[in-house]
Every structure is written in C-alpha cells, then in structure tokens.
C-alpha cells in the first residue's frame, strides 16, 4: 500500500492502462499531472487513497480490454522511440485532425439554438475553440519540427521542446477540466436534441483521447528519451 502511494500516477497508468478508468473516475489528472505520486494526487483531490487502492485491487490486469487505448498504452512501454512517434501521430493526432473540426461545427450548432437555455454552452464553446486553435498550432509544431528533432537525436534541442510541449499539454488539460466542469461531466439535459447529444459525445471522446495522447507523451515518450 505504501509503495503503490509513493508511485506517481503517470507510472501508474503506464504500468497499469486498466487502472486509467479510476483515475477519469475520480478526476485525478494521470497525464499532465503524471509526476505527482498517488498521494499527493488524493490529497489535492479530497480523495481518501484507501478507496482508491481499494478499486485498484478489484481491477483485473486487462480490465480495460475493450478500450483500444488501453491495450495500445500497455504496448506503448515496449515500442521503440520511433515507433511510438508514428502511433502518436497516426492515431491520435488523426482522430483530432478528424474529430475537432466536426465538434467545431456542432458547437456552434448547440451554441446557437440552446444557448439562451443553457448558457454553459457559450463557456464551453468558447473554452473549445481556444483548445482547437492551441492544438492545431501544437500538432503542426510536434510533426514538422518536435519529433524529427527526436528522431534525429539533436539532444541539445530537445529538452527545449519537451519543456514546451508539456506546457502545451497543461494548458489544454485545464481547458478540458474547465470544460468537464461546465458540463457535469458532459451530461446531456433533459431537454436537449440529438445534436446536443452528439455534442456532448464528441467533446467526452475527445476529452478521453487526449488524455491517452498526453499520456503517452509525458509519462513514455518523454521518459524513454
């Protein structure tokens, strides 16, 4: 019990991709907040950490089979550095390329038809779009500059890059906490239409997959370099 306190919660979910779900569960940040042990993550969160360990027994090791993500994550610590980058990039810097600009275009939709009723929807419409610009201007920078740099082994300018690349992350993870927040964990209201419905999952997908995508950089591609 008191080593798995002292670990840090990025260790943790690199170690133990099923045990993500209780961390989302709980709303401990295991991405941009990795660094902080178990411990000190409950105690900022008011959590009792017996609770937590608790669950963490309950989990099976392939407890989160049926997430893709998590079976990947759990791989992730094995694939070389190169390897890594171009799964990063395939797969979750493709579903934002995907997924932002559809939510862009629905929150506006919900925004405009559903915002005198819920004016949550305008906090969280506004949060989106500086997430969106911010990540857009973050993937361009990662392909065509970051992760050649890394690829090419130029150490003296790397660190730079992962100093700012984990900026990036922190500054997004309080948008999505903010947005989270706003939402009630994106529970759709009683009187909301498909489209508000379809909102709330794309904003809750993409919430989830960048979580993973940051995960995988901060706590494994940043460490394995």
């Given at each position: 019990?008191?080593?798995?306190?002292?670990?840090?919660?990025?260790?943790?979910?690199?170690?133990?991709?099923?045990?993500?779900?209780?961390?989302?569960?709980?709303?401990i940040d295991f991405c941009c907040g990795g660094n902080k042990t178990l411990k000190?993550?409950?105690?900022?969160?008011?959590?009792?950490?017996?609770?937590?360990?608790?669950?963490?027994?309950?989990?099976?090791?392939?407890?989160?089979?049926?997430?893709?993500?998590?079976?990947?994550?759990r791989k992730a610590n094995d694939w070389n550095v190169d390897f890594l980058i171009d799964y990063i990039v395939n797969i979750h810097h493709t579903f934002l390329r995907v997924r932002l600009p559809e939510a862009e275009e629905y929150t506006e939709k919900i925004n405009r038809v559903h915002g005198e009723r819920h004016p949550e929807i305008i906090k969280i419409r506004g949060l989106f779009l500086k997430m969106y610009q911010a990540l857009t201007v973050h993937l361009?920078?990662?392909?065509?500059?970051?992760?050649?740099?890394?690829?090419?082994m130029k150490a003296s300018e790397i660190q730079k890059e992962i100093n700012d690349a984990e900026r990036d992350h922190e500054y997004v993870g309080h948008?999505?906490?903010?947005?989270?927040?706003?939402?009630?964990?994106?529970?759709?209201?009683?009187?909301a239409c498909a489209s508000y419905s379809h909102t709330y999952g794309l904003l809750r997908d993409i919430a989830d997959d960048i979580m993973i995508h940051v995960h995988l950089e901060n706590n494994i591609l940043f460490k394995k370099i």
């Open positions: 019990m008191n080593t798995l306190l002292l670990k840090s919660v990025g260790e943790i979910a690199s170690e133990s991709p099923e045990k993500i779900e209780i961390f989302k569960k709980y709303n000190e993550a409950c105690e900022e969160s008011g959590i009792d950490a017996t609770l937590i360990a608790g669950e963490f027994n309950a989990v099976s090791e392939y407890g989160g089979g049926k997430n893709k993500n998590y079976i990947f994550s361009d920078k990662e392909e065509k500059e970051f992760f050649p740099l890394i690829k090419n948008i999505l906490k903010e947005m989270h927040a706003l939402s009630s964990g994106y529970s759709v209201p009683k009187d």
